[in-house]
T-cell receptor, first 118, second 114 residues
Framework: ETGVTQTPRHLVMGMTNKKSLKCEQH?????MYWYKQSAKKPLELMFV???????ENNSVPSRFSPECPNSSHLFLHLHTLQPEDSALYLC?????????????????FGPGTRLTVL | AQKITQTQPGMFVQEKEAVTLDCTYD???????LFWYKQPSSGEMIFLIY??????QNATEGRYSLNFQKARKSANLVISASQLGDSAMYFC???????????FGSGTRLLVRP
C-alpha cells in the first residue's frame, strides 16, 4: 500500500450505533488530519495530530472522538451521530516543519469515507 | 482573518484548450504556502501544485501552472491542453501561519467539453 488509505470507503449507520473510521499513511509523515466535507460547504478541519499529540480540535462535538496510537495510524470513533453528520470524511498527512509556506507541508489525502447517518 | 476566495462556482472549457481558475487569498503573514487540489467525483483530494510565498518563479507541474501575483494576492491555476479527465472540483488552499491548519476555498467545478 502506498500513500494514505482509509477504511471503510462507505458507511451507513443508525444514530445509536458506534463505529470507527480508520486512516493509515505510508509516507513517513509526522502529522495527520481529519476533515469533514459536507455538501455545498468548504472542507472543515476537525482534528490535527502532530507526533501523536493532538494539536488542534476545531470545536468538534464530543460524539466524534479521535485516536492516534502512532504517527502512521489515525482513527475517528463515532457514537450517537446525527443525520447532519452525514458527509465525506477525509484523512490527510503531511511532514510538518513548523514553517508556514514550506513545500514539505503539502497534505496528502486519502480517498475518504462517505458516511450516511440514518 | 485568513481567507481563500474562489469566485467561480463553475467553469466550462473545450477539450485541448487552456483554462484559468481564480484564487485570491487574504493574509498579513509574510510566510505562507498556497496549494491546489483536484477532487474527482470519487471524492479523493489530489494534490496538484504548490507555491511558496518566497518563491520568485511561478510553480509548474506538467500541464498545471500557477500564476502567482503576490501584490494582488492571487494564485490562479492554469491548466493547459484540457483533457476530459480534468473534469472535477478544484480547490485552492493556503497555510498562512504557524498553525497546521490548511484553509480551503469553496471550490470551482470544471467541466471539459469534448
Amino acid at each position: 500500500e502506498t500513500g494514505v488509505t482509509q477504511t471503510p470507503r462507505h458507511l451507513v449507520m443508525g444514530m445509536t450505533n458506534k463505529k470507527s473510521l480508520k486512516c493509515e499513511q505510508h509516507l513517513g509523515h509526522n502529522a495527520m488530519y481529519w476533515y469533514k466535507q459536507s455538501a455545498k460547504k468548504p472542507l472543515e478541519l476537525m482534528f490535527v495530530y502532530n507526533f501523536k499529540e493532538q494539536t488542534e480540535n476545531n470545536s468538534v462535538p464530543s460524539r466524534f472522538s479521535p485516536e492516534c496510537p502512532n504517527s502512521s495510524h489515525l482513527f475517528l470513533h463515532l457514537h450517537t451521530l446525527q443525520p447532519e453528520d452525514s458527509a465525506l470524511y477525509l484523512c490527510a498527512s503531511s511532514q510538518v516543519t513548523g514553517l508556514a509556506g514550506s513545500s514539505t507541508d503539502t497534505q496528502y489525502f486519502g480517498p475518504g469515507t462517505r458516511l450516511t447517518v440514518l | 482573518a485568513q481567507k481563500i476566495t474562489q469566485t467561480q462556482p463553475g467553469m466550462f472549457v473545450q477539450e485541448k484548450e487552456a483554462v484559468t481558475l481564480d484564487c485570491t487569498y487574504d493574509t498579513s503573514d509574510q510566510s505562507y504556502g498556497l496549494f491546489w487540489y483536484k477532487q474527482p467525483s470519487s471524492g479523493e483530494m489530489i494534490f496538484l501544485i504548490y507555491q511558496g510565498s518566497y518563491d520568485e518563479q511561478n510553480a509548474t507541474e506538467g500541464r498545471y501552472s500557477l500564476n502567482f501575483q503576490k501584490a494582488r494576492k492571487s494564485a490562479n491555476l492554469v491548466i493547459s491542453a484540457s483533457q476530459l479527465g480534468d473534469s472535477a472540483m478544484y480547490f485552492c488552499a493556503g497555510r498562512m501561519d504557524s498553525s497546521y491548519k490548511l484553509i480551503f476555498g469553496s471550490g470551482t467545478r470544471l467541466l471539459v467539453r469534448p
